[in-house]
């Protein structure tokens, strides 16, 4: 069964620094979509992109945060000086109805 | 905000039905009801879902009131690795609207 793949599994970095987290959608999907999940907290929506674009954002997903398509396959949230608080796991997901995640990159910042 | 409210938890026996229930009074029209589950802090894993008639796959069934108000997710069949926190999730079919999720019901099935 087609899944949705996400690397690294595990990010450490120090704040202040850039991080981007990869995902590799279902390879027919159109729609694309970043969530995080803090520790112990819900699941929360920042960011849908579809046709080259992005659709709509929460305000979680301020200046710092940013999203691209680079090439037919991969799908990047890249967060630009990494605070504290960016501490989460990050889940990708793809497809409209329904969605389909992948199991996260664990975001740690030191 | 969630417009869905769930039991913060509940037991079930391996082996027996596991009944999930989800209240959504203020669902529209449009709006699916959707039921994911996350095991761990694995990603979150779509199970199955309606807009108003009942739907079966091989992992569970979908029971929605005639009205709309509420539901029920069944696993028949509960096994150890059910165990999970079950997201009830009511979303527009059109569009890619983002899914909103709540605090969900833990599930644990116990041997």
């Known amino acids: 069964e087609p899944e949705v793949t996400q690397t690294p599994s595990h990010q450490v970095t120090q704040m202040g620094q850039e991080v981007i987290l990869r995902c590799v959608p279902i390879s027919n999907h159109l729609y694309f979509y970043w969530y995080r999940q803090i520790l112990g907290q819900k699941v929360e929506f920042l960011v849908s992109?579809?046709?080259?674009?992005?659709?709509?954002k929460s305000e979680i997903f301020d200046d710092q945060f940013s999203v691209e398509r680079p090439d037919g396959s991969n799908f990047t949230l890249k967060i630009r000086s990494t605070k504290l608080e960016d501490s989460a796991m990050y889940f990708c997901?793809?497809?409209?109805?329904?969605?389909?995640f992948g199991d996260g990159t664990r975001l740690s910042i030191l | 905000d969630a417009k869905t409210t769930q039991p913060p938890s509940m037991d079930c026996a391996e082996g027996r039905a596991a009944n999930l229930p989800c209240n959504h009074s203020t669902i529209s029209g449009n709006e699916y009801v959707y039921w994911y589950r996350q095991i761990h802090s694995q990603g979150p894993q779509y199970i199955i879902h309606g807009l108003k008639n009942n739907e079966t796959n091989e992992m569970a069934s979908l029971i929605i009131t005639e009205d709309r108000k509420s539901s029920t997710l069944i696993l028949p069949h509960a096994t150890l690795r059910d165990t999970a926190v079950y997201y009830c999730?009511?979303?527009?079919?059109?569009?890619?609207?983002?899914?909103?999720f709540g605090k969900g019901t833990r599930l644990s099935v116990i041997a």
């Open positions: 997901a793809s497809g409209r109805q329904p969605q389909h």
């Open positions: 999730i009511v979303r527009p079919y059109s569009g890619n609207t983002p899914l909103v």
């Open positions: 992109f579809y046709n080259n674009e992005i659709s709509e």
